[in-house]
């Protein structure tokens, strides 16, 4: 929880925040995945000043249990001075421990953020799925938030001006913003009605401008005249990786060439054979591609 401190922009960990995508739909399936149409409403997580804190907290933290379809975990709700945002015990079940810091009793708002990103931990245990180390695991955890629903919560908690700062979650702003926006272009719903935060709604532009420079990259058709000139000449000198380009050529069994490159819904890679216009269906999240290989 950055807490009037510097707050880190940009995308320093976009390659994880794409690993974990993936990740989810590998473990979830399309299928499950597309059960989750639907984000965390506002006015379910919604938290009066003149609510009971406790009643309230266990309201909210209901909410997004119902979200994730776990029914049977139960999770209790307290406060204490502490450095996180929050904090859960991930023991059996079935009911699970999350701790807040003090500072939520009277920033009411951003408790649904912080139990967001708590029952997120919870759901992926469930799951038992998880990332090698803790700082990885963590974005995993808003990733899986955010892409499935509730994350959104996260982002809105961000706030900045010239003399202080509020942010919740381990990705930055503009990473909350993109994952945002690959839910968003996947389900066809605008997140950015729900911010109360001019700061989140910002974050939530440049992310979808990342999102959508994804899908503009060759050799789908949609990219621009720039990248087609540099995979065309990528593709006559094709040698391997090629620096600073999604795509990689390489030959097969057959001596044909073929190039992968990474889906832009889930990020698994495609591998198809350089042959001109050619339309590739991502097994993994069934995206139908149009590339000119």
Request: net charge neutral.
């Amino acid at each position: 929880m950055a807490n009037d401190g510097p707050v880190v922009h940009g995308y320093p960990h976009l390659e994880t925040v794409r690993a974990a995508i993936t990740a989810l739909y590998r473990r979830l399936s399309y299928d499950t995945i597309q059960t989750f149409p639907t984000s965390v409403a506002p006015a379910d997580v919604a938290f009066c000043d003149t609510d009971d804190l406790h009643l309230g907290a266990q309201r909210v933290a209901g909410e997004i249990v119902r979200h994730f379809r776990l029914p049977d975990a139960r999770v209790i709700v307290s406060f204490r001075e502490m450095t996180h945002a929050a904090n859960v015990e991930l023991a059996a079940g079935p009911e699970y421990f999350v701790e807040l810091n003090d500072r939520f009793r009277t920033h009411r708002r951003d408790i649904g953020a912080a139990l967001a990103h708590e029952v997120t931990h919870v759901y992926l245990h469930r799951l038992d799925l998880s990332f090698p180390s803790t700082a990885e695991n963590e974005i995993l955890t808003d990733t899986a938030a955010t892409y499935l629903g509730a994350g959104w919560l996260l982002l809105d908690a961000f706030r900045e001006d010239s003399v202080s700062s509020q942010k919740l979650g381990y990705l930055t702003p503009e990473e909350f913003g993109y994952v945002l926006a690959k839910r968003s272009l996947v389900f066809g719903e605008d997140p950015s009605v729900w911010f109360t935060s001019p700061q989140a709604y910002t974050a939530y532009t440049k992310g979808l401008a990342q999102a959508r420079h994804d899908e503009q990259q060759p050799p789908l058709t949609a990219a621009g005249w720039a990248g087609r000139r540099r995979y065309a000449r990528d593709r006559r000198h094709a040698h391997g990786p090629q620096p600073g380009v999604p795509y990689t050529f390489t030959p097969d069994g057959g001596g044909r060439l073929r190039v992968s490159f990474p889906c832009p819904t889930c990020q698994q890679r495609i591998r198809v054979p350089v042959e001109g216009r050619v339309r590739a269906r991502c097994a993994l999240c069934r995206t139908v591609l149009e590339c000119d290989t």
